[in-house]
């Protein structure tokens, strides 16, 4: 028997591959292979328990040897959980404003805390969109609460009967808007938010005179901000425009409309203006 050459070893003759299992690999390939048992193996895949790190890496080890790819399907059935977070969220029925797709707006750091915070927990993001004029909205919603462990909403999705009901069937949390009973609620200070941008607009840079370019006139936020920045302004001895002429629709489209038909009806503006949220805000920009 001659001994390997460099070349030899290099075409792999003096390093035979490990063998692979014929069929469909499982974790008792990897159990098999790493030498621990499959307890072993789950809980390093899982993420779960303490393994000791040599055993971490014995499995881990075999994992990339075997070429294994758990399979999700699978440990669904044995945790009883599908690893997915579904969201919904309202997609705007404008056509979208030309620097929307080159702004990093609040709502897309939201989507992205969502899919940190899911990877994190070894979890997978479903995400899925209705528009405001859409039909069959409460059946699509409950088809993606039907995919996932869990539901992410926007407000004033569907009514608020309708998510009691989808919240005896999965874990619902809605974002912003009012609370419902069987649902989790996330929402800003929307109160604490306005009367502190007020103070500093008027208490710090002087401005008497405020303008409050709304959002939905049907959004509770949107209510619950108004009535904050026309008692702080009060308070402080400022005035604030609000009303029919700026109602915005929290698009940017919006925004530019609101302070466009301003504008044309010559109206002076007010020498710092609200805005309800960053499109809008966009939107106003670009008019002026």
Same mark, same amino acid.
């Given at each position: 028997m001659r001994a390997s050459s460099p070349s030899d070893i290099h075409r792999g003759i003096g390093l035979p591959e490990p063998k692979r299992p014929k069929g469909p690999l499982t974790i008792y390939d990897v159990a098999s292979r790493a030498g621990v048992s499959i307890a072993s193996v789950s809980r390093v895949l899982n993420g779960q328990g303490s393994p000791r790190a040599a055993t971490r890496d014995r499995v881990l080890q075999a994992v990339r040897e075997l070429g294994f790819v758990p399979d999700g399907a699978a440990r669904a059935l044995s945790n009883g959980l599908k690893e997915v977070v579904g969201v919904v969220f309202r997609r705007g029925d404008e056509?979208?404003?030309? +620097?929307?797709?080159?702004?990093?707006?609040?709502?897309?750091?939201?989507?992205?805390?969502?899919?940190?915070?899911?990877? *994190?927990?070894?979890? +997978?993001?479903?995400?899925?969109?209705?528009?405001?004029? +859409?039909?069959?909205?409460?059946? *699509?919603v409950a088809a993606v609460g039907g995919k996932a462990d869990g539901l992410i909403l926007h407000d004033r999705m569907i009514p608020a009967t309708s998510i009691t009901r989808l919240a005896s069937l999965v874990p619902v949390v809605t974002l912003a808007g009012t609370p419902v009973p069987g649902a989790m609620n996330v929402r800003c200070d929307n109160d604490e938010g306005m009367r502190r941008l007020v103070r500093h607009l008027v208490l710090d840079h002087g401005y008497k005179e405020l303008g409050y370019l709304s959002g939905r006139i049907d959004s509770p936020d949107n209510h619950a901000r108004a009535r904050a920045i026309e008692a702080e302004a009060k308070a402080h001895g400022a005035q604030v425009e609000i009303g029919h002429d700026w109602q915005g629709d929290y698009s940017a489209a919006g925004g530019a409309r609101v302070i466009s038909g301003l504008l044309d009806n010559g109206r002076k503006l007010p020498r710092a203006i609200v805005c309800a949220n960053d499109q809008t805000a966009l939107g106003a920009m670009h008019a002026l």
């Open positions: 056509t979208p404003f030309p +620097d929307e797709d080159e702004s990093f707006l609040f709502i897309d750091v939201i989507y992205r805390g969502i899919d940190l915070a899911a990877r *994190r927990q070894g979890f +997978d993001v479903l995400m899925g969109s209705v528009g405001f004029n +859409d039909g069959n909205v409460e059946a *699509r």
